[in-house]
RNA sequence: GGCGGCAUAGCCAAGCGGUAAGGCAGAGGUCUGCAAAACCUCUAUACCUCGGUUCAAUUCCGAGUGCCGCCUCCA
């Protein structure tokens, strides 16, 4: 464990420290997606924002029993069975696959359970029993109520008074209800819906009711953390706590968790703005890692732009984060066979190898680890992590310069470099690709974004390689405008030479 | 109208009482025949405005301005 967690909680909007119900466990919620179109980015967000604080709590040492629902049942599912003259279950289920592909390449961890609405009408039903015996819901017309007069506490997570909220509506009142914020726990089902038999005829579960009856299913009647985005506070949370606790008198939620909007190019993102970004379209265009660190890059509680540039910057970021790995890779290499050599001792002048000796690897993980304790904040972390990748590179530089390291030196940067890999990767689901590969498959995206991609290459590898031979050859005997001329004549088919260490590259970047 | 949030360098974005993290872009440098890549270094003297509290405010309080979200299905 590494010290105290913080978390802002909606219900008292103010950080307060984290005291699970059981010390070793935390029980964590999240409201997952209604399953009848493709997801957004906005949808990415908020499951990369719960799957980071759900590595993290887990990295911790916590045992978090994880339960992120879909809801399979509902009105936009309907309606979309209806317009592909397909069923409600081929439509969700559909959904719910293109979801989980959806964040499986984002490389968001499944969590212990992914209940279902429709599996747990029985739940509901006792629920909805429950609280007309109680005197907090009530049947009418086949539809049944929860009557919001009946719960002292109303409002107390979106901090709303239900007074104002009367005076200020303009919604129609509904006949079937006794107040117009009452909402249903079970509505009456038309003809040619999916329905299931209740004590009030046939009929299908309203939204709220599920969530708090898979919550109580697979948690318990008071859990931890139940998050979402931030849209979801009122009505559909409000309407959980007051459903689930007047049901069992007990506390709902301890920690109420609301991830920010993402706007595009400033506006809200919205189907009436015709402005939606698919998770499919935007993994068309970036590596799913890039689209985890541009989300990192902004505490969750923000609300966050999401503009090509932005993406792209956070895609260089991605670049230099392997590049480091990538180099200190490298660097081991050139010990292991010899070409730096290793010496006992104390640093040497100041400025030159072993200056930055003394650095502790224990003051970066800290600061890591405090500014994850610190509300999650993952963009403070990651700055940490960049200074610590700047430390590494020039100790490695310095050494390489003058072919010798110091023992003190290596050990913090086999230190530092286990810790990237482990804090990059574990917590902030990273660095999972080969560095190598990754840097030459986004070094030729940035040139190529620049040609167009499809450019035709009228040349086989066979060639290119012959002419890197004969170029090579005209280098070392310094002809040099020969080998330029070799090189002009590639670039025009589209093939770009680089010259390194290990000798000459290409790539291919396309004539158009 | 009610409730809540935000305003920090060219751009993005942390910090939130003791004098400005990090990333991108940019500029220098190292390396290289040249170039590219990489790495290093540098880059905020009114932190929206006006008042107030304080020895000290970007950070707290009040007012104002400008954005945004929720109040209706929504991650």
Redesign the pocket.
């Known amino acids: 464990m590494h010290g105290n967690i913080y978390i802002y909680n909606t219900l008292s ?1 103010s950080k307060e420290l984290f005291k699970p119900i059981n010390k070793d466990r935390v029980l964590m919620y999240v ?4 399953a009848y179109d493709l997801s ?4 990415a ?3 990369i924002t719960f799957d980071v604080i759900y590595r993290y709590l887990t990295k911790l040492g916590y045992k978090v029993i994880y339960v992120r629902n879909f ?1 399979d049942i ?3 599912i309907i309606k979309k069975a209806n317009e592909e003259n397909s069923s409600v279950e081929k439509i969700s289920s559909k959904y719910i696959g293109e979801y989980q592909k959806d964040m499986n390449a984002l490389n968001v961890l499944t969590p212990s359970y992914e209940p279902k609405a429709t599996e747990t009408i029985n739940e509901m039903i006792s629920l909805t029993s429950g609280l007309i015996e109680k005197g907090n819901a009530y049947e009418s017309n086949g539809d049944v109520f929860f009557r919001v007069n009946s719960f002292e506490g109303y409002g107390k997570l ?4 239900i007074g ?2 009367i ?5 129609p009142v509904n006949e079937e209800k006794e107040n117009f914020l009452d ?1 249903a726990l079970w509505k009456k089902s038309k003809e040619n819906e999916p329905s299931w038999d209740s004590p009030w005829g046939k009929g299908r579960p309203g ?1 709220h009711i599920e969530c708090s009856a898979m919550s109580m299913k697979f948690l318990g009647e008071s859990i931890d953390i139940h998050g ?9 949370h409000e309407n959980e706590i007051a459903q689930s606790e007047s049901y069992t008198g007990k506390k709902f939620v301890n920690y109420w968790i ?6 595009i190019n ?5 189907k009436s703005l015709k402005n939606f970004v698919t998770v499919r379209d935007a993994l068309d265009k970036f590596h799913p890692e890039v689209l985890r660190l541009f989300f990192m ?3 969750y ?5 999401f ?1 090509f ?2 993406v ?3 895609r ?2 991605l ?2 984060l392997y ?2 790995v990538n ?1 200190y890779g490298e660097f081991k290499l050139l010990i292991n066979k010899n070409g730096i050599t290793v010496k006992d001792g104390n640093p040497l002048a100041a400025g030159s190898v072993g200056a930055l000796a003394a650095e502790n690897i224990e003051n970066y993980k800290n600061d890591f680890y405090n ?1 994850m304790n ?2 999650f ?1 993952t ?2 972390a ?3 992590i ?2 610590l ?3 590494t ?2 100790i ?2 310095d050494s390489m ?1 003058q072919n010798v390291i110091i023992l003190k030196d290596l050990a913090f940067l086999d230190d530092a470099a286990s810790f990237i890999k482990e804090s990059l990767s574990g917590i902030f689901g990273l660095l999972n690709e080969d560095p190598g590969r990754f ?1 030459e498959l986004n ?1 030729m995206n940035l040139k190529a974004a620049n040609v167009k991609a499809d450019g035709g290459v009228s040349i086989g590898e066979e060639e290119i390689k012959k002419l890197i031979d004969e ?1 090579n050859l005209f ?1 070392k005997n ?1 002809e ?2 020969s ?2 001329e070799i ?1 002009k004549t590639l670039l025009e088919k589209g093939i ?5 260490g290990f000798g000459t590259t290409y790539k291919i970047t396309g004539t158009k």
Not at 167 to 171: L, V
Not at 228 to 236: A, K, M, N, R, T
């Open positions: 909007l409201c997952g997606i209604t957004h980015i906005g949808h967000r908020a499951y809801t509902d009105d936009k979106s901090h709303k008074n104002e909220l005076a200020g509506s303009r919604i909402f939204w979402g985005g931030s849209d979801l506070i009122f009505p559909h609301h991830n920010g909007f993402v706007n400033s506006e809200k993102m919205s890059f902004t505490h509680r923000s609300f966050i732009d503009s540039e932005g792209e910057s956070a260089q970021s670049i230099r590049q480091a180099l500014s610190d509300d904040n963009a403070k990651i700055s940490v960049f200074d990748v700047r430390k590179n020039k490695i530089n310069a840097i070094l170029r280098r310094k040099y405008a080998a330029d090189r770009i030479l680089e010259d390194t």
